[in-house]
């Protein structure tokens, strides 16, 4: 099993950057693909990006491309999000989810093929 903790929001001007983190618990985690989502108030969790568990691949969603990035230290069992030119609409909360995998390249969007999660962390960008 894996446990997961977020850290790293908080309260940033539009166009000012954040950067989190997920530390993860146990001894799989570089076998485990990871995914961040966000969830803002009335809406669904939505995804935001996924890196497969050697790091060699990354995805995102197109409300983020360009000014997120998805990254993963397996020898610190951490994964980050860059949050650069943060906007409004970015304001919510950031959970981090993992999922075993036996490919290398493997990544998941839908928040139905994740294990694990952390407990999230809030991102609110002040306009």
């Known amino acids: 099993q894996v446990q997961l903790v977020e850290s790293g929001g908080g309260l940033v001007q539009a166009g000012g950057s954040l950067r989190l983190s997920c530390a993860a618990s146990?001894?799989?985690?570089?076998?485990?693909?990871m995914g961040w989502f966000r969830q803002a108030p009335g809406k669904e969790r939505e995804f935001v990006a996924a890196?497969?568990?050697?790091?060699?691949?990354?995805y995102y969603a197109d409300s983020v491309k360009g000014r997120f990035t998805i990254s993963r230290d397996n020898a610190k069992n951490t994964v980050y999000l860059q949050m650069n030119s943060l906007k409004p609409e970015d304001t919510a909360v950031y959970y981090c989810?993992?999922?075993?995998?036996?490919?290398?390249?493997?990544?998941?969007?839908?928040?139905?093929?994740?294990?694990?999660w952390g407990q999230g962390t809030q991102v609110t960008v002040s306009s």
């Open positions: 890196i497969s568990w050697s790091g060699g691949v990354t």
């Open positions: 989810a993992g999922r075993p995998t036996f490919n290398s390249a493997t990544y998941s969007y839908s928040p139905g093929e994740y294990n694990y």
């Open positions: 146990g001894r799989t985690f570089s076998r485990y693909a």
